[in-house]
């Protein structure tokens, strides 16, 4: 059956991915001014679930249902029904069509020229800060340092929640400025501290960076750079932090010896410190233990996580957030994905599972991020997958398939190859089901963001 909304698409020429999500994109925008819906913003769809809309094979669900609706600007229903002969498309007079796609396009040229005015504004802002760090060239300004402290929290608390092609270029600009600012010798020794802790943070952001590239390597060399800035800075907490990063960095990257190395130095530097990032490195502790099968040093690090919990005090790194700060919701994140490493399966951790899901899926909650919901809905499949239930474990990690290309990044990847390693190994491997979705992963796992030149 044709559907109305392919007719659509073909009648306007949309039938390429790139050209459509274009123009969903900006009746997203379009739509979220409207009804003052700032989550809609950032709607998208993958490749593969347009090719299943524009086929019948799926229906839309929940808000790309109100975006089609607008775009289109017809009832989401009428869209999804069988198209009608063409000469009784129910379209008014021929007067009225014209005029529906006339407003059509002047709102798709409007939205284009917002974006171009949007790109010469964003210029021209480069531009005049470039202008404002070479005017305090004698002595590094207040406007300076102020500048630099609100671009590192501005994209801090952003990077959990964006793909990281969004916030690189800046995030490698102000690294730059930094750099030079400290090589300038301008900066006086109280300004040359805060320097190189905005350093720590940045290059500690550009290695997270680099590992979503799938970048293991240039994710080290930035983290190093961090720990180097951190220490020039005398900041223990991000000292700390970046252990844990380092952590992160080298169990990805399958080298849980050294993950379990480096949070243990973490904890270590963190003894005396109230902030989230005790927790965060306990927690990663316990993780990078389960891929070495240590249920022991696993039980032993979360219980330690659990009551450091109960005791912190936030600290200048919680106060810059994303990455920064370990809300309680990631927490119970890393200890289900340590019970799912070590082979648990039971009605218990199924649960845990549903729970850190849900916890994960309010994209309002300031500490929403979209690559640990990945992870979340990954974790649930393979528990739903360890008690038998294929189908469950289907409709867990689904979500995640749908995922655009430039929100694929390697800890995502890295996720979903797990449930492709348990599926392969399942008594249900030959099952239609087992076998579809291996296709589904494995398609997946090749559409990503290119990694970082070097």
């Given at each position: ?318 106060s810059i957030g994303g990455n920064f700060h370990f809300p309680e919701?990631?927490?119970t994140f890393f200890g289900v994905e340590a019970s799912v490493l ?85 008594p249900s491997r030959n099952a239609a089901t087992a076998r579809d ?18």
């Open positions: 059956m044709a559907t109305l909304l392919r007719c659509l698409i073909d009648e306007r020429g949309w039938m390429d991915y790139r050209t459509f999500i274009d123009q969903y994109h900006q009746a997203a925008q379009s739509l979220a001014a409207k009804v003052r819906d700032s989550s809609l913003t950032t709607h998208t769809v993958s490749d593969r679930t347009f090719e299943r809309w524009y086929s019948g094979r799926v229906t839309p669900q929940n808000d790309a249902r109100r975006i089609l609706a607008h775009l289109f600007m017809r009832p989401i229903h009428e869209l999804l029904s069988e198209a009608p002969a063409k000469e009784h498309l129910p379209v008014g007079n021929r007067s009225s069509r014209q005029s529906s796609l006339s407003d059509t396009n002047v709102g798709a040229a409007s939205g284009a020229e917002q974006q171009k005015m949007g790109r010469d504004a964003a210029m021209a802002a480069r531009r005049a800060i470039e202008f404002a760090l070479g005017a305090e060239r004698n002595q590094v300004g207040p406007e300076t340092l102020s500048y630099l402290q609100e671009e590192v929290g501005r994209i801090a608390k952003i990077h959990l929640r964006v793909p990281v092609v969004t916030i690189l270029e800046d995030l490698t600009y102000i690294q730059d400025a930094t750099f030079r600012l400290l090589e300038s010798g301008r900066a006086k020794p109280s300004q040359t501290r805060d320097l190189y802790l905005l350093a720590a943070f940045q290059s500690g952001m550009l290695a997270k960076a680099s590992h979503d590239l799938g970048d293991p390597q240039s994710a080290m060399m930035q983290a190093r750079t961090a720990s180097v800035c951190a220490e020039q800075a005398e900041h223990q907490a991000m000292r700390a932090w970046v252990r844990g990063l380092q952590s992160a960095i080298s169990y990805w990257a399958n080298r849980p010896e050294d993950a379990v190395r480096y949070a243990r130095q973490g904890i270590e530097t963190s003894h005396g410190l109230g902030g989230t990032v005790t927790v965060w490195l306990a927690s990663q502790e316990a993780r990078a233990a389960a891929l070495l099968g240590d249920a022991e040093t696993v039980r032993a690090a979360n219980h330690r996580a659990a009551e450091l919990r109960q005791h912190t005090q936030p600290d200048d790194l919680d919701a990631r927490q070590l082979g648990e399966s039971d009605t218990s951790l199924v649960r845990r599972a549903e729970s850190a899901v849900q916890e994960l899926s309010d994209t309002n909650n300031p500490h929403w991020a979209f690559a640990a919901k990945a992870g979340c809905q990954s974790n649930l499949a393979l528990a739903r997958l360890y008690m038998g239930d294929l189908e469950g474990a289907a409709e867990a990690v689904r979500p995640v398939l749908d995922l655009p290309p430039n929100h694929r990044n390697a800890g995502i990847i890295g996720s979903v190859q797990r449930v492709w390693s348990s599926l392969h190994s399942s979705l291996c296709e589904e992963i494995s398609f997946f796992s090749r559409h990503r963001p290119l990694p970082l030149p070097r």
